[in-house]
């Protein structure tokens, strides 16, 4: 079992940044492969990053590419994802999550096994 718990969410003005981060308990935090999705009001959940156990690497939606860069420190069980140049748009309920051997359904969330309870992030104009 995994736990996960995000925090760093707020209220931002257009073009600030926010840096989210996900504590991660229980089995071997470096053994998956971690992902942020989002989900806006009235829309579904989306994809938004995620990164590799093993090899570290990055893959991101088109729409926060060049923007949103996810990281983390295995040995603080934690993944972060820096979040720039912020838009109304990113307004959203930001979930991590974890999963085991995802590979290339990296944007799925049938892929992951655990979730955190979301961190909100509003983003003002």
């Known amino acids: 079992q995994v736990q996960l718990v995000e925090s760093g969410g707020g209220l931002v003005q257009a073009g600030g940044s926010l840096r989210l981060s996900c504590a991660a308990s229980?089995?071997?935090?470096?053994?998956?492969?971690m992902g942020w999705f989002r989900q806006a009001p009235g829309k579904e959940r989306e994809f938004v990053a995620c990164?590799?156990?093993?090899?570290?690497?990055?893959y991101y939606a088109d729409s926060v590419k060049g923007r949103f860069t996810i990281s983390r420190d295995n040995a603080k069980n934690t993944v972060y994802l820096q979040m720039n140049s912020l838009k109304p748009e990113d307004t959203a309920v930001y979930y991590c999550?974890?999963?085991?051997?995802?590979?290339?359904?990296?944007?799925?969330?049938?892929?992951?096994?655990?979730w955190g309870q979301g961190t909100q992030v509003t983003v003002s104009s």
């Open positions: 990164i590799s156990k093993s090899t570290g690497g990055t």
């Open positions: 999550a974890a999963g085991y051997g995802i590979g290339n359904w990296y944007y799925t969330e049938r892929s992951y096994n655990y």
């Open positions: 229980g089995r071997i935090f470096s053994a998956h492969d």
